[in-house]
């Protein structure tokens, strides 16, 4: 094995690159250390043991660990500095100590740069009056890590970023991602840009990567409010990623062009999509049967996950729900909708057990004070047989429960989880409920099901 290099060793093992100065090293190390160490053996054995065994002591070190084991000698210090130990880094940019956290990474980033395969950063400051300096910092980072050749990159909590620095990052950023051609998974959800920052730096990751990128999360990756599926550069942004096999954005980043879109550039490749419905987000436009049945006809594997948040309106749901969409998973939080009087969720649920009886997980947390889906919810379960997990938080009977239950001992469903928050119960229903819940524990238990059932007492619906 070349230690050198690392060739040979596993490039996806995880651990944090953070401080490597200031941290003081756990004693509990030192215990294990003291406790596998015979009594008789000297400081040359320890000095002189092989490479191969001295890598996988390091790989099981936190980095204020790495540090300190690096100061023994010479030769434990020469293979800290072995690539195949920094493949995977784990980067905060700013923080309270801002200045010295920034040199450090910089720092560290000089001996290194060219070695991270897997880099997740994270952004924790919000001080305006330092945003000149954070920007170097990030400069000088992206700069030094130039080389590497990224696989995994992952962004948390960019759109702290974003809003401190507005948009001299984006620049640095795009820089970054255009000298990146070996991508593989790219994750910056949640990062809200504008609409012109965000296409920027999309277009700079599809020029590069967007032959070998097989995952990408853009959720939240642009401003709410904004209607995506209108615009131009982020349509001919999203052309360029033609070996996606799995795609996280929002409804409002789909339409029937961008679907052409995909259909045309994926074939036999799009595995999953994850779609996120949200209420602040436009959610209107409906993307036609025909679109749905095209892009399943070039990707046969495909499935599809809708996740609706503060979403109740029957209509609002059904209108995105098209029957020829290939779903499989559905959640939905209606939270406090303001037309709670009046969302006909039993619709909704109609819906799904006439349209996707195919779906294998359904998660539903309703604000249905005035709107039963006892009835529908028991006719859903019994038409879509391959609904494998049912989360149920809303206002439902005992009597309904009871029957799902027993629906489930006399196997004519086949659910593996079922977990059940029934809401606004009386004393005397708690107590049914309780009864309920005892006569079909010790049946679940049996097969190894994953059966909750619980309750809401009172005027608390949620």
């Known amino acids: 094995m070349d230690v050198e290099t690392g060739e040979g060793l596993d490039d996806q093992m995880n651990y944090r690159m953070v401080d490597q100065t200031g941290t003081r090293l756990d004693e509990k190390m030192d215990d294990q250390i003291d406790d ?18 001295l890598i996988e002591i390091y790989l099981c070190l936190q980095d204020p660990e790495r540090v300190n084991m690096s100061m023994t000698c010479k030769n434990w210090n020469r293979i800290f500095s072995s690539p195949c130990l920094w493949r995977t880094w784990y980067i905060e940019l700013g923080g309270y100590n801002y200045i010295s956290t920034g040199e450090r990474i910089c720092k560290f980033a000089d001996g290194h740069g060219d070695h991270p395969k897997y880099l997740f950063l994270s952004y924790d400051h919000r001080r305006h009056h330092t945003c000149k300096i ?9 700069d030094k890590i130039q080389n590497a050749k990224l696989v995994n990159f992952e962004f948390q909590n960019a759109s702290f970023m974003f809003e401190t620095l507005k948009e001299n990052v984006v620049d640095s950023f ?25 296409c920027r730096i999309l277009h700079a ?14 959720e939240d990756f642009f401003d709410s409010m904004l209607a995506m599926f209108q615009v131009k550069q982020f349509i001919n942004a999203l052309s360029k990623f033609t ?37 602040t987000d436009p959610h209107f436009h409906r993307i036609s049967s025909y679109s749905w049945k095209s892009l399943k006809s070039v990707c046969p594997k495909l499935s599809i996950d809708f996740w609706f948040e503060s979403i109740g309106l029957s209509a609002d749901i059904i209108r995105v729900l098209v029957p020829e969409a290939p779903l499989h998973e559905i959640y939905i939080d209606t939270r406090f909708d303001h037309n709670a009087d009046w969302l006909q969720l039993s619709e ?4 799904i057990a006439k349209h996707h009886k195919q779906i294998t997980v359904l998660s539903v947390k309703l604000h249905n004070n005035h709107d039963s889906i006892d009835d529908s919810l028991v006719s859903m379960v019994t038409q879509c047989p391959a609904l494998r997990v049912l989360f149920v938080r809303s206002v439902l009977k005992v009597s309904t429960i009871d029957e799902i239950c027993t629906l489930q001992t006399e196997h004519k469903i086949d659910l593996q989880t079922f977990h059940v928050t029934t809401c606004g119960l009386t004393e005397m229903e708690y107590a049914e409920l309780i009864y309920v819940s005892a006569k ?17 007492l009172g005027r608390q619906h949620l």
């Open 134 to 142: 954070i920007q170097r910092t990030i400069d000088d980072f992206l």
């Open 348 to 351: 909704t649920i109609d819906h």
């Open 36 to 53: 596998r160490t015979d009594d008789r053996m000297d400081d040359h054995m320890w000095s002189n043991l092989p490479d191969t065994a």
């Open 243 to 279: 070996n996606l096999s799995f795609l996280a954005l929002n409804y409002n980043c789909l339409s029937d062009d961008i679907l052409e879109c995909l259909t045309q550039n994926l074939a036999g490749k799009l595995k999953h999509i994850s779609c996120r419905v949200c209420r």
């Open 174 to 198: 795009a820089r970054f991602f255009r000298g990146q051609t070996n991508m593989v998974d790219f994750n910056m959800e949640r990062s809200h840009l504008s609409l012109t920052s965000g």
């Open 205 to 218: 990751i599809g020029s590069a990567s967007g032959n070998t990128i097989r995952n990408l999360d853009i």
């Open 440 to 456: 079909h524990l010790s049946v679940m238990q049996e097969r190894g099901l994953n059966f909750e059932i619980r309750a809401v």
